[in-house]
């Protein structure tokens, strides 16, 4: 059976508040204040702020997010990501110069009962996870 590759696309010049569901894929350029619900991804793009609470199939950010995110399948902070909110994701991927901020649930069934579980570890955190600076590094 083939996969949907439709995508939705919030543009750059576009503000929006509201609830959105997709489903599929969702690539937020612009500035979205509400709830976003999808069965694919939610792509938040450089330059993009979402304040929203996301839940979807996988979540990645590269703009702004302040929000709760449940992601059922992975979350990935890119490296000039900056989200404040609480998260929960069966994996997190968080690339170097991403600043988060909030609690984090991540493992086992984190994502289909949105708490921790045995296999889940929860904690509170502030991550910031700056460039590494070459000429810093000592041999």
């Known amino acids: ?10 543009g750059a010049d576009t503000h929006i508040k509201g609830e959105m569901s997709f489903g599929s894929t969702a690539r937020v350029l612009g500035t979205f204040e509400g709830t976003i619900t999808a069965k694919g991804e939610v792509q938040v793009a450089e330059g993009a702020t979402c304040r929203a609470a996301i839940e979807a199939k996988t979540v990645s950010v590269d703009g702004e997010v302040e ?11 890119n490296a000039k990501a ?4 609480d998260l929960v994701a ?3 991927v968080v690339a170097e110069g991403a600043e988060f901020t909030g609690h984090v649930t991540v493992g086992g069934d984190a994502s289909r009962n949105g708490r921790a579980s045995r296999e889940s570890s929860t904690t509170e955190a502030k991550v910031v996870v700056p460039p590494q600076d070459k000429a810093a590094v000592k041999k």
Do not use: D
């Open 90 to 92: 069966p994996t997190l």
């Open 1 to 10: 059976m083939a996969e949907n590759r439709e995508i939705t696309v919030i």
């Open 82 to 85: 900056r989200m404040k909110g």
């Open 67 to 77: 929000g709760n995110v449940t992601a059922h399948e992975k979350l990935v902070l």
